[in-house]
Protein backbone atom coordinates (compact mmCIF):
# COMPACT_ATOMS: atom_id res chain seq x y z
CA UNK A 1 0.00 0.00 0.00
CA UNK A 2 3.05 2.08 0.40
CA UNK A 3 3.26 2.94 -3.02
CA UNK A 4 -0.74 3.94 -3.56
CA UNK A 5 -0.48 6.38 -0.38
CA UNK A 6 2.69 7.92 -2.29
CA UNK A 7 0.87 8.24 -5.48
CA UNK A 8 -2.04 9.64 -3.86
CA UNK A 9 0.66 12.13 -1.82
CA UNK A 10 2.00 12.96 -5.04
CA UNK A 11 -1.00 14.09 -6.38
CA UNK A 12 -2.46 15.99 -4.16
CA UNK A 13 1.19 17.71 -3.71
CA UNK A 14 0.83 18.12 -7.14
CA UNK A 15 -3.00 19.71 -7.24
CA UNK A 16 -1.86 22.18 -4.25
CA UNK A 17 1.22 23.43 -6.20
CA UNK A 18 -0.65 23.87 -9.25
CA UNK A 19 -2.96 26.03 -7.39
CA UNK A 20 -0.57 27.56 -5.80
CA UNK A 21 -1.68 26.78 -1.91
CA UNK A 22 0.42 26.28 1.10
CA UNK A 23 -0.30 22.83 3.11
CA UNK A 24 -2.09 25.45 5.72
CA UNK A 25 -4.12 26.99 3.04
CA UNK A 26 -5.13 23.77 1.68
CA UNK A 27 -5.68 22.70 5.42
CA UNK A 28 -8.26 25.51 6.21
CA UNK A 29 -9.84 24.79 3.04
CA UNK A 30 -11.30 21.18 3.24
CA UNK A 31 -11.21 21.81 7.17
CA UNK A 32 -8.34 20.22 8.84
CA UNK A 33 -4.59 20.49 10.03
CA UNK A 34 -1.37 21.38 7.89
CA UNK A 35 0.07 17.85 9.31
CA UNK A 36 -2.65 15.81 8.06
CA UNK A 37 -1.63 17.43 4.84
CA UNK A 38 1.82 16.75 4.89
CA UNK A 39 1.55 13.65 6.45
CA UNK A 40 -0.94 12.32 3.03
CA UNK A 41 1.73 14.36 0.74
CA UNK A 42 4.48 12.32 2.16
CA UNK A 43 3.05 9.37 2.27
CA UNK A 44 2.56 8.61 5.87
CA UNK A 45 -1.37 8.82 5.43
CA UNK A 46 -3.97 7.60 2.80
CA UNK A 47 -7.46 10.34 3.16
CA UNK A 48 -10.25 7.99 3.70
CA UNK A 49 -13.47 8.40 1.11
CA UNK A 50 -14.45 11.66 3.39
CA UNK A 51 -11.50 13.68 2.98
CA UNK A 52 -11.21 12.37 -1.09
CA UNK A 53 -14.52 13.78 -1.58
CA UNK A 54 -13.57 17.47 0.17
CA UNK A 55 -10.29 17.09 -1.71
CA UNK A 56 -12.06 17.07 -4.57
CA UNK A 57 -14.51 20.10 -4.20
CA UNK A 58 -11.29 21.74 -3.48
CA UNK A 59 -9.63 21.57 -5.92
CA UNK A 60 -12.51 20.86 -8.75
CA UNK A 61 -11.37 17.56 -9.66
CA UNK A 62 -12.72 13.83 -10.11
CA UNK A 63 -11.85 11.14 -7.35
CA UNK A 64 -9.74 9.48 -10.64
CA UNK A 65 -7.49 12.52 -10.35
CA UNK A 66 -7.38 12.53 -7.05
CA UNK A 67 -5.88 8.76 -6.90
CA UNK A 68 -4.30 7.77 -9.95
CA UNK A 69 -3.63 11.38 -11.97
CA UNK A 70 -4.75 13.64 -14.06
CA UNK A 71 -5.11 11.67 -17.31
CA UNK A 72 -7.34 8.54 -16.73
CA UNK A 73 -9.49 7.81 -19.68
CA UNK A 74 -12.72 5.92 -18.09
CA UNK A 75 -12.62 3.22 -20.99
CA UNK A 76 -9.14 2.86 -20.37
CA UNK A 77 -8.98 2.54 -16.69
CA UNK A 78 -11.50 -0.02 -16.82
CA UNK A 79 -10.29 -1.98 -19.25
CA UNK A 80 -6.20 -2.09 -17.03
CA UNK A 81 -8.58 -2.44 -14.10
CA UNK A 82 -10.07 -6.12 -15.36
CA UNK A 83 -6.70 -7.28 -17.34
CA UNK A 84 -4.87 -6.92 -14.00
CA UNK A 85 -7.31 -8.22 -11.37
CA UNK A 86 -7.86 -11.64 -14.24
CA UNK A 87 -4.62 -11.73 -14.23
CA UNK A 88 -4.21 -11.86 -10.76
CA UNK A 89 -7.06 -13.63 -10.27
CA UNK A 90 -5.68 -16.14 -12.61
CA UNK A 91 -1.99 -16.29 -10.35
CA UNK A 92 -4.20 -16.48 -7.27
CA UNK A 93 -6.31 -19.57 -8.52
CA UNK A 94 -3.72 -21.88 -8.59
CA UNK A 95 -2.69 -21.40 -4.87
CA UNK A 96 -1.50 -18.02 -3.85
CA UNK A 97 -1.12 -16.99 -0.53
CA UNK A 98 -2.04 -13.89 1.85
CA UNK A 99 0.65 -12.35 0.77
CA UNK A 100 0.25 -13.34 -2.89
CA UNK A 101 -3.14 -11.41 -2.73
CA UNK A 102 -1.42 -8.15 -1.12
CA UNK A 103 1.10 -8.40 -3.99
CA UNK A 104 -1.77 -9.15 -6.57
CA UNK A 105 -3.74 -5.80 -5.25
CA UNK A 106 -0.78 -3.84 -5.12
CA UNK A 107 0.27 -4.52 -8.95
CA UNK A 108 -3.56 -3.66 -9.81
CA UNK A 109 -2.89 -0.50 -7.92
CA UNK A 110 0.42 0.26 -9.23
CA UNK A 111 -0.96 -0.57 -13.19
CA UNK A 112 -3.60 1.89 -12.55
CA UNK A 113 -1.11 4.83 -11.28
CA UNK A 114 0.80 3.77 -14.02
CA UNK A 115 -2.35 4.99 -16.17
CA UNK A 116 -2.68 8.12 -14.56
CA UNK A 117 0.81 9.28 -14.88
CA UNK A 118 0.58 8.39 -18.84
Excluded at 40 to 57: F, H, N, Q, T, Y
Excluded at 79 to 96: C, F, I, M, P, S
Aim: glycine content about 6%.
Amino acid sequence: MDCVKNIIGENIKRLREERKYTQAELAKIIATDEKYISAIESGRRIPGRKMVAKLCDAFCVDEPTIRFGEKVNPDEFLAVLLRETQRQYDVLAAGGTFVDKSKAMTAILEKLAELGQG
